[in-house]
């Protein structure tokens, strides 16, 4: 497998999660086990909630920026 390459690809893609999950997929011997659809699921998963841990870093990061209103 051309690792380096496709993980230079997910990350243009902007795919970090998956690129990190495939990273540390092929340092766990048990993966192997998994037939390729749960592996591929695994890696779909770890992208969608990097994404989704991600846009609430930004929102609650936002929220602590936002000036405060003066209520009198």
């Known amino acids: 497998m051309l690792l380096n390459p496709t993980l230079?690809?997910?990350?243009?893609?902007?795919?970090?999660?998956?690129?990190q999950?495939?990273?540390e997929q092929r340092q766990?011997?048990?993966i192997a086990?998994?037939?390729?659809?749960?592996?591929?699921?695994l890696l779909v998963e770890r992208q969608w909630?990097?994404?989704?841990?991600?846009g609430l870093a930004i929102r609650l990061n936002k929220g602590?920026?936002?000036?405060?209103?003066n209520e009198n």
Do not use: H, Y
């Not at 390729?36 to 699921?41: C, S, W, Y």
């Not at 602590?64 to 209103?69: E, F, N, V």
């Open 8 to 19: 230079e690809k997910l990350r243009a893609l902007r795919l970090t999660g998956l690129a």
């Open 21 to 23: 999950a495939l990273e």
């Open 28 to 30: 766990q011997t048990a």
């Open 33 to 41: 086990a998994l037939s390729f659809e749960d592996r591929l699921a």
């Open 49 to 54: 909630l990097w994404q989704e841990n991600r």
């Open 64 to 69: 602590k920026t936002a000036p405060a209103k």
